[in-house]
């Protein structure tokens, strides 16, 4: 690694402190995150979840030439001998090569590694929650997918619960850790296992759920550390909780079009939905209320284990038929 020149540039950016990152260069959910339980490097624990997030803190430092080190949460001689020359070349004292949880070799490191921490965990600025869908939108969609307005209504109150945007204006998502594990072949498993999984997360808020929506963007964020697009396309966005990795059936042309789609409103959500139906051949179960099938096609294989088709069918009748869902 090119030390000086990573030095050079992290004191013209003037965007951190020695406290560590300040303003948009690092969000305070990613800092906590990567805060690490004990010491790593030379003679040290090195538990893997430490050593993992001190990989990730020194990969960003390789700039465009891309990690020098595996992020596997395994010590190594090369992640020795990067925090030895990061003490002697960059903060200019007598290596150790060991890092200690709030050292100021871990505070350089985070402020060090801000630049890139910010170019990967970036997003666009999202305001969507200040519009929301009339009644004329779900007619126009239903119109064009030949079904009834309240059949799209339905799909969209199970999917987000009629809540696509956070209060921060930031899209409604949920992050699937089994799907970041199939795309980056689990390798990151060992260091981040609530990042990366083999299998799927029980619902729930418990401590092996999905967590809370907030808890969503810092998984989402930590991952794009990892891997940006893989990050993306493992979880699901807005209104309909399209999946990332379906976004070229939403009538997009590129994942950041496919961002700015989840991002920009309500109804640009909608459109997506709209296209990535009609892609599936998805308009046809819609339109005969076949919740089953069109669960299926939309949910995947797995929809029964949390009765989407049920729960879609419940919330068409009770749209439809309130006072006799009311009875009921």
């Not at 260069?25 to 995150?33: G, K, L, N, P």
């Not at 204006?169 to 981040?192: N, W």
């Not at 999984?197 to 967590?211: A, D, K, N």
Request: charged share 25%; glycine share 10%.
């Amino acid at each position: 690694m090119d030390f000086d020149r990573i030095l050079c540039e992290r004191r013209r950016s003037c965007c951190v402190g020695s406290s560590g990152l300040k303003g948009e260069s690092m969000v305070t959910d990613i800092t906590r995150y990567l805060q690490t339980w004990s010491a790593v490097g030379k003679e040290a624990p090195n538990l893997d979840g430490d050593v993992a997030r001190i990989q990730v803190l020194l990969s960003s430092l390789a700039g465009r030439s891309g990690p020098t080190l595996l992020v596997d949460g395994k010590v190594s001689p090369s992640l020795i001998g990067a925090i030895t020359a990061f003490q002697r070349d960059v903060m200019k004292i007598e290596p150790t090569g060991k890092v200690e949880p709030a050292s100021a070799t871990f505070r350089a490191l985070l402020d060090a590694a801000g630049p890139k921490i910010k170019e990967q965990t970036r997003f666009p600025v999202g305001n969507g929650h200040r519009a929301h869908l009339t009644d004329a939108d779900y007619v126009h969609a239903a119109g064009i997918l030949g079904c009834k307005a309240e059949a799209i209504k339905a799909v969209s109150e199970v999917e987000s619960k009629g809540a696509p945007f956070l209060q921060s204006g930031r899209p409604k998502i949920l992050f699937e850790p089994q799907i970041f594990g199939e795309k980056t072949g689990h390798r990151y498993e060992s260091g981040f296992p609530d990042i990366s999984r083999q299998h799927r997360l029980p619902r729930g808020h418990g401590v092996h759920g999905y967590g809370s929506e907030e808890d969503q963007w810092t998984k989402l964020k930590v991952a794009a550390l990892l891997d940006r697009r893989s990050a993306i396309e493992s979880a699901s966005w807005g209104r309909f909780q399209i999946l990332g990795k379906n976004w070229m059936f939403t009538g997009v042309k590129s994942l950041d079009a496919f961002l700015a789609v989840m991002f920009t409103s309500e109804r640009s959500q909608l459109d997506g939905f709209v296209a990535f139906v009609k892609s599936q051949h998805l308009d046809g179960p819609l339109k005969r209320l076949d919740w089953r099938a069109f669960a299926r096609g939309y949910n995947g294989a797995g929809f029964h284990r949390d009765n989407y088709d049920g729960k879609i069918a419940a919330k068409y009748r009770h749209l439809t038929h309130p006072a006799q869902v009311a009875i009921r």
